[in-house]
């Protein structure tokens, strides 16, 4: 059974820092992506970054680009999420998610891939 469980969200001010974790255990095959979404109160859930697990390759939405970045622990079967210079525009729920099976890393942009999700972590940054 697999499971992903994110930890890391909290209140912090305009400009700081938060590092998002997300712990998957269950997963067997490598070749999969791994993705940080949000949803903001009375908005759509929009992507935020996505990794894929076997190559290390990433994609970043525009909003976050220069700010945000996505990397994993193996190991560790963690990915985080380090949110750097974080804007009030950025408070949401967080969630972690997997989309299993991905052979190309290209396909990680694609939303509907991902099935597997967390229970999410409430992000707030005030100005």
């Known amino acids: 059974q697999v499971q992903l469980v994110e930890s890391g969200g909290g209140s912090v001010q305009a400009g700081g820092s938060l590092r998002l974790s997300c712990a998957a255990s269950g997963y067997t095959n490598i070749n999969r992506c791994m993705g940080w979404f949000r949803q903001a109160p009375g908005k759509e859930r929009e992507e935020v970054a996505q990794?894929?697990?076997?190559?290390?390759?990433?994609y970043y939405a525009d909003s976050v680009k220069g700010r945000f970045t996505i990397s994993q622990d193996n190991a560790k079967n963690t990915v985080y999420l380090q949110m750097n210079s974080l804007k009030p525009e950025d408070t949401a729920m967080y969630y972690c998610?997997?989309?299993?099976?991905?052979?190309?890393?290209?396909?990680?942009?694609?939303?509907?891939?991902?099935?597997?999700w967390g229970q999410g972590t409430q992000v707030t940054v005030s100005s």
């Open positions: 990794l894929h697990s076997a190559g290390g390759h990433t």
């Open positions: 998610a997997a989309a299993r099976g991905v052979y190309w890393p290209g396909n990680c942009i694609d939303p509907q891939r991902y099935g597997d």
